[in-house]
């Protein structure tokens, strides 16, 4: 992800989502001119939830999914653990 520090615009912002062992390294010089930032969220703010499911909905932009039914949950769950989930995993209601 550092690389990406650079290719920010002015105020740009680097919002860093998701875990990663290695670490971020950027340039005070980088942050400073242009007056750029690197930050970290769980989910991002609310309007920037709503901003972002405004961009896909007008790009017509769908996540993919991988549905288990309720009763598979552990199997869903231990596919997540293990890493073999390709997609999304979500827990479907089953029709009664």
Same mark, same amino acid.
């Given at each position: ?6 290719? #920010?615009?002015? !105020?740009? &912002?680097? +919002?860093? +989502? ?12 980088? #942050?400073? =001119?242009?007056?750029?930032? +690197?930050? /970290? ?6 309007? %920037? @939830?709503?901003? @972002?499911?405004? =961009?896909? $909905?007008? $790009?017509?932009?769908?996540?993919? @999914? %991988? +549905? =288990?039914?309720?009763? %598979?949950?552990?199997?869903?769950? &231990? !596919? ?6 390709? =997609?999304?995993?979500? #827990? /479907?209601? %089953? &029709?009664?």
């Amino acid at each position: 992800m550092s690389p990406l520090v650079q290719g #920010l615009g002015p !105020r740009g &912002q680097l +919002v860093v +989502v998701g875990a990663a062992p290695d670490p971020i390294q950027v340039t005070t010089s980088d #942050l400073i =001119f242009g007056g750029r930032t +690197v930050r /970290g969220s769980l989910t991002g703010t609310a309007i %920037e @939830n709503e901003d @972002n499911l405004r =961009f896909a $909905l007008a $790009l017509g932009i769908r996540s993919r @999914n %991988e +549905v =288990f039914p309720l009763s %598979e949950a552990p199997k869903a769950y &231990q !596919r997540m653990l293990n890493g073999d989930a390709r =997609f999304r995993v979500v #827990l /479907g209601m %089953e &029709q009664s």
